[in-house]
């Protein structure tokens, strides 16, 4: 009794036991744990419904769903930013529409983007995101096939006469035009119907396609990932530029009129108005895009090669007690190693933080978007002011290179696809190379947007150089005088028209534009408005290219007595190449910012609150950016119209442009990029300089999770535990 007695003394007073609550917690941690892996381990295999058949398993890796994903932004790039642009000058010639109204057209399918994005990022989100995907993808190609059928509509474009005196002068009106466009309204609600399909169709892709790529190759890959698939993004529109180019060289009507009456009505795409087969790409991208809307949503919910990743991420968070922090939050850290919560995770429990933020912390709750509106959308601001930039020069830039260095519609839609296109999608690659390769934390990559941005400044003059067209006689210039001297109109009291006493026998018609080309011996070069305004009266033969005997031409030209070449005069301007030169790097440097930006905002959200805030970050970009962009840039080529094209009855000017002011039209172009450039850096600047401070990264990252699990030693205190839960 007595050694029981010393014994029981010697072990001192007994303990509660901490190993029995300790074991049940682990246990029903491992229970959960081992719960949420079963759904995701169902959800990892790919079909569509109750249809999962095993030889559909070779589409659940990572290599399938990047071609895949990729395909499908290539073909939104296509269509969106590759087709549509190098159709803008064939549609407004084809149905007589102003630039601007073309810009309205291009502003719908950011209408379509806005409306939906919300319900779709965040819905679509919290559901199965392959079928997402994929119903965006059918409508891509609903819109695409539906943005063609204005052109089956309407009546073939051919507004000319049958006959050899086609556009020179002649005493009688052989001129029989089919009515102006009936049905243009028709037309221009199809195309912004269709173009409003593509916006929707868009919306998952950069919201869910994102978050998507994001939760299944792990926080390791996931900015190489994404630089990967924003560079198809940019490589798409190559293709569709390029695609463009190719039809553009064959007449709208080809497939149903004769070539000669082709070549005698149209002529070939160097005449003003040579309307090409813009249609076609948009038939074949539908096809394309169709092809890839089963696989992509036979796609598995989650990537078997990515499970053990989500174990990794639920055995932290519910150990944790919270959700694992981003590794760039905005906010300070707590420790080394975070805090251990005994208890349930914190769900709707409130804390005092400093800042006057306090909300409770809840996935559902609107605070998320407040902290977006916090931190994000001062970064998101860079984005939406650049893209104003970006969207109006891209989508109006083959136009650009159409009347400033006189280009053809097919050749300047080959520069846009071998320049612009590849240099960007080379520059998203770049900047998340460099993310990923040397792990740069929030402020650097920041900084390395600012320096970007900087870079994008400073080439911007690229504007500056610019061709001045030749002077178009009765519009811009008086008629020459027998010496071939001219009076310009802004310097000249005699007022130009285009009805002169040497054209008095001639019933010409304003409606109609066929440029011809004087050349005179000592260099200059005059443009006539049509053959029938010069005055010439032999019949034009497709094989000399060359009208004769026009009135309105002096003796002393280069050509043989009173003869003009058709179409507009060859520019003599060398500055398209020195353009292009700086316009490359330009491209490389503006498109390399969007990667760094998102990886920013990706780290600064919650897991499962990344579709929403990506798709809150497509509405701000849109918005402030994208949406007035088109107008405005197309409102800038309506400023410098010189000449509309007139009406067939009447005076009245109407439809699209003829010719634009060079010089006024670069500078424009040129105010407005250095504008938005630099409240673009200036924005990002400021945010480096408030928040630089405070951003700092999560060290939970760099702690095994060995580490995490068996430390118990942290003080918990309310600002250290709420402020890494803001989301």
């Known amino acids: 009794l007595f050694r029981s007695h010393s014994r029981q003394a010697s072990q001192g007073v007994p303990y509660r036991s901490v190993e029995k609550p300790r074991r049940i917690r682990d246990e029903k941690q491992n229970e959960i744990i081992e719960m949420e892996m079963s759904v995701l381990v169902k959800e990892s295999q790919c079909g569509i419904g109750r249809w999962r058949p095993t030889w559909l398993s070779f589409l659940g890796s990572r290599k399938w769903m990047i071609i895949l994903l990729c395909w499908y932004c290539a073909v939104q790039g296509i269509v969106v930013n590759g087709l549509v642009p190098s159709a803008i000058s064939s549609i407004e010639r084809r149905f007589k529409l102003s630039t601007s109204t073309m810009g309205r057209i291009v502003q719908f399918y950011d209408f379509g983007y806005v409306l939906f994005c919300i319900p779709v990022s965040y819905f679509g989100g919290r559901h199965s995101k392959p079928s997402v995907l994929g119903a ?3 409508l891509i190609a609903f819109g695409s096939i539906l943005f063609s059928t204005p052109h089956m509509l309407a009546d073939s474009y051919s507004a000319t006469q049958d006959n050899k005196s086609f556009g020179s002068c002649s005493t009688k009106a052989l001129w029989n035009f089919s009515d102006a466009n009936p049905g243009t309204f028709r037309f221009v609600f199809l195309f912004c119907v269709a173009h409003f399909l593509h916006g929707i169709g868009a919306t998952p892709l950069f919201t869910i396609g994102v978050s998507y790529i994001d939760e299944n190759v792990g926080k390791a890959l996931s900015s190489l990932f994404v630089g990967i698939f924003y560079s198809f993004a940019v490589f798409g529109p190559a293709a569709g530029f390029l695609t463009a180019s190719t039809f553009l060289k064959y007449h709208t009507d080809f497939w149903h009129l004769p070539a000669e009456q082709i070549l005698r009505v ?133 136009k650009y290179l159409e009347r400033q260095f006189n280009v053809p519609p097919s050749r300047s839609s080959l520069l846009i696809g071998c320049i612009m296109v590849p240099m960007a999608g080379v520059g998203c690659m770049i900047s998340g190379f460099i993310v990923q390769y040397f792990r740069l934390n929030c402020v650097t990559t920041l900084k390395l947007s600012v320096g970007l941005l900087f870079l994008s400044l400073l080439l911007t003059p690229m504007y500056l150089i610019y061709c001045p067209h030749d ?103 060398k500055g398209l190449l020195g353009f292009l030169i700086i316009f490359a790097p330009l491209s490389l440097c503006t498109f390399a910012v969007g990667v760094p930006i998102i990886s920013v905002i990706l780290r600064t959200v919650d897991y499962n609150d990344r579709s929403f805030a990506l798709g809150i970050q497509g509405i701000l970009v849109r918005v402030i950016g994208t949406i007035p962009a088109p107008v405005l840039f197309g409102w800038m080529f309506d400023v410098s119209c010189i000449r509309y094209q007139s009406e067939l009855c009447g005076d009245s000017e109407s439809g699209s442009c003829l010719l634009y002011s060079n010089k006024l039209l670069a500078d424009l172009f040129l105010t ?46 309310p600002h250290e535990t709420a402020l890494p839960l803001l989301q």
């Open 136 to 138: 965006g993808l059918a």
């Open 266 to 398: 149209s002529g070939d795409e160097t005449d003003p108005s040579w309307v090409g087969a813009w249609w076609i790409g948009f038939v074949i991208a539908s096809l394309v895009a169709m092809t890839a809307v089963v696989p992509i949503v036979c796609l598995p919910k989650v990537l078997p090669e990515s499970l053990k990743w989500h174990r990794n991420r639920l055995v932290e968070a519910i150990q944790a007690g919270r959700r694992r922090t981003p590794e760039c939050c905005g906010l300070p850290g707590t420790n080394k190693t975070g805090a251990l919560y005994q208890d349930a995770p914190l769900q709707g429990k409130s804390f005092n933080l400093p800042y006057s933020h306090q909300c409770p912390i809840h996935a559902h709750n609107p605070c998320n978007v407040l902290t977006l509106f916090f931190f994000s959308h001062f970064s998101v601001m860079n984005m939406d002011l650049s893209g104003l930039v970006i969207t109006g020069a891209s989508s109006f830039m083959s």
């Open 471 to 573: 002077p178009l006689v009765g519009v811009e210039t008086t008629y020459p005088d027998r010496d071939g001297q001219i009076s310009v109109g802004n310097y000249s009291d005699i007022e130009p028209s285009l009805r002169s006493t040497c054209n008095s026998h001639c019933l010409c018609s304003e409606a109609e534009f066929r440029p011809v080309c004087a050349e005179f011996l000592d260099g200059r070069q005059l443009s006539y408005y049509s053959p029938c305004f010069a005055g010439c009266s032999e019949p034009y033969t497709p094989m000399q290219k060359v009208y004769s005997n026009c009135s309105c031409v002096v003796e002393t030209s280069r050509l043989h007595v009173r003869q003009v070449k058709k179409g507009l005069c060859e520019s003599k301007c």
């Open 672 to 717: 407005f990029s250095i504008i938005g450039q630099a409240l673009a850096m200036g924005i990002l600047t400021t945010v480096l300089m408030v928040y630089g401070g405070t951003l700092q990264d999560d060290p939970l990252l760099d702690v095994p999770l060995e580490e995490v699990r068996h430390d118990e030693d942290v003080d918990l205190s």
